[in-house]
């Protein structure tokens, strides 16, 4: 028999993000104690910024089979199953911290886990969005989570250093597990439906292994798309160099209140900007939004130098964090209405995958160019530049750091501007179909004579 599709609606989106908000909330009060423990346990940067690492890797390894398994299988089944194992891994620190066995490599490992699971859990909220949201709406529910994931970044550290001491790391934990469970229930309320095969260049069922690919051969063979993973993966590259120096920046003429400040204005630039982007959708052209959202960021990322004054860092940081988060709104409705529902999966852990190359990468550059290329050239007055660019920016301590922050900001702009002259990036939205989320919701369902049941889709034309 024939089941008419349930209508793209807001209500199962809200619903099943609320869930992942709360299951965020707690990840990063367990996030946020374990980094304080492992410190104060070990007294070793290294060994604090290897969970970093080890949180990092499995995104990258794992993300190209996890698109595969997102587009083959139920993906209301697969949040439900990543966030329960991701809470048995909770579950896991909690009972060995509370018997006096946790140590740093249990950490790492369950660590390790998680972030398995994110790789699963990532590409499916994302790939499931246009089939939750009707497409005029995709803008947005993209401007909704990024206010939910910034909302989330925000509120942690806030409660995590009263709860550590309230009730201790193995209360904090707990609460961590009862919020995965949350967001289980949350998704058990609701139905997704599976997308219907609508690209017409989609290959034919192969292994595991050979289809985890095949998200990268649908974006190269789309110049447009590519283009627009370059332009995300150079943002994201940005993005680490400045996490990693704005704390060596702010603190070169400030103190730690100062560093707080200048974070918690970036954090509410963010939650603004994601705020506008869920009432207003971003524009009619979302590729224009991409490209004129990322050149602001390279203006206030340059502003970021200029002056080594707390108000301007600032300004800087809610200026550039506002404008990240419309830019994020507008590329993921671009990827969400042009790729086909059906390879989203594979698609998304390719973008994941990329995201989680460039990230490290400019959280492994960022040291050494600030230390051994741009501080010497203004750390005094004998510095190279300190008779010309440090005439107009200042000599001494963050100053390189702040030039590098200049030629960053140069940096996207000219790659906004080579972006813009690429007429398969600019006409991207032209050149590729919109794809109708009504397309990929339909489906039949045959009662065999043994009693199981086989969705089979149904084409519609969207």
């Not at 939205?429 to 065999?448: C, G, I, K, R, Y």
């Amino acid at each position: 028999m024939t089941q008419s599709p349930a209508a793209p609606s807001m209500r199962t989106f809200f619903l099943i993000w609320f869930g992942q908000f709360i299951s965020m909330i707690g990840s990063g009060l367990t996030g946020f104690a374990l980094g304080v423990w492992v410190y104060q346990r070990t007294g070793s940067v290294t060994q604090f910024a290897l969970i970093a690492l080890v949180a990092t890797l499995p995104l990258i390894l794992i993300s190209p089979l996890a698109g595969t398994i997102v587009d083959r299988f139920d993906r209301r089944t697969i949040l439900i199953l990543s966030d329960l194992a991701a809470g048995l891994c909770t579950l896991t620190i909690a009972l060995l911290y509370a018997n006096g066995r946790l140590d740093i490599l249990p950490i790492y490992i369950i660590v390790g886990l998680k972030s398995i699971c994110d790789s699963f859990r990532g590409p499916t909220l994302n790939a499931s969005t246009v089939l939750l949201v009707p497409s005029a709406q995709l803008g947005r529910a993209n401007g909704i989570t990024q206010a939910l994931r910034a909302a989330a970044q925000i509120v942690p550290p806030v409660l995590a250093g009263v709860l550590v001491l309230a009730i201790g790391i193995e209360g904090v934990v707990l609460i961590d597990f009862v919020t995965f469970l949350f967001a289980i229930i949350a998704v058990l309320l609701v139905r997704i439906p599976r997308p219907a095969p609508t690209s017409p260049d989609a290959p034919a069922r192969r292994s595991l292994l050979r289809d985890s690919g095949y998200g990268w051969q649908y974006i190269s063979a789309r110049p447009g798309l590519l283009g627009l993973l370059v332009v995300f993966a150079i943002v994201n590259y940005l993005l680490g160099i400045v996490s990693v120096l704005v704390t060596p920046l702010v603190l070169s003429v400030g103190n730690a209140a100062a560093l707080g400040t200048v974070l918690s204005v970036g954090g509410v630039g963010m939650l603004t900007g994601s705020l506008l982007m869920s009432a207003w959708g971003g524009p009619p052209r979302r590729m224009q939004g991409v490209l004129g959202f990322m050149l602001l960021c390279g203006f206030f990322v340059a502003l970021g130098g200029v002056r080594p004054l707390v108000p301007i860092f600032a300004l800087a940081a809610f200026g550039f964090f506002f404008c990240l988060a419309l830019l994020n709104g507008c590329f993921w409705t671009i990827w969400q209405s042009r790729v086909a529902p059906d390879v989203q999966g594979r698609v998304f852990a390719t973008i994941q995958m990329i995201a989680s190359s460039s990230l490290p990468l400019g959280y492994l550059t960022a040291g050494p160019l600030a230390d051994r290329v741009f501080e010497p050239l203004l750390k005094n007055s004998g510095g190279a530049l300190a008779d010309s660019v440090g005439q107009l920016i200042g000599v001494g301590t963050g100053r390189g750091v702040g030039l590098l922050f200049i030629v960053m900001g140069a940096f996207l702009t000219l790659t906004t501007i080579i972006a813009y002259l690429n007429p398969r990036v600019r006409l991207l939205e032209d050149e590729l179909p919109h794809v109708e989320a009504s397309s990929a919701t339909t489906s039949v369902e045959l009662q065999s004579l043994d009693g199981d049941r086989t969705a089979v889709p149904e084409y519609t034309q969207g």
